[in-house]
């Protein structure tokens, strides 16, 4: 079973601050991860895709891959009360199928 | 661009009744388009995979008679809930694949209310 774990929350930063949000994932030959960001309510918007290891940088968000161990992150930098929703890590599932297997998300609340 | 619409965003049927989900991929055509389903503070499950022109994949544990998958065009897949039940009451969000990519753009959703 092809997992995609993140802690669920709630992460609460104060507004300004560096939010890190964490995604580990079990199958080793996964090549492509995604963020997707999703407001109570919404349904998910993906923020970042990342391919390669190494740091992606857009705007106030930068993924970072490190597919040795196995671990991809998301930090969003100058944290905006907007910002607070939940964040799902995504990598796809193999070489033949465009699927998704989604973590569970978590929750960032931005403090004002 | 990268636009995924969803038709309608709300609905309210009665139990024993069908309805009909529309998901547009409005500026890109897309062979394949994924239907889920996501519980209150729960997390996406995946239902079925649509491919344009061909029947859909569904997931272990949905029932294809229930949930009629059709993707009769590269920019149209429509969800039949059909005979449904309060059970069924959830929300039910497509994407779509942007052709050339591995990512996945999501229309906004449909909430579905079975009485």
Redesign the interface.
Known sequence: QKEVEQNSGPLSVPEGAIASLNCTYSDRGSQ?F?W?RQYSG?????IM?IYSNGDKEDGRFTAQLNKASQYVSLLIRDSQPSDSATY?C?V?VGAGS???T????TKLSVIP | GAVVSQHPSRVICKSGTSVKIECRSLDFQAT?M?WYRQFPKQ??M?MA?SNEGSKATYEQGVEKDKFLINHASLTLSTLTVTSAHPEDSSFY?CSA?YMG?????????TRLTVT
């Open positions: 492509s995604f997707y919404k349904s998910p918007e993906l895709s799902l995504a796809k465009y699927q998704l989604f973590g569970k998300g | 394949t994924f997390s996406l995946l995979t969000i694949i990519s591995y990512e996945q753009y999501f229309g906004p959703g």
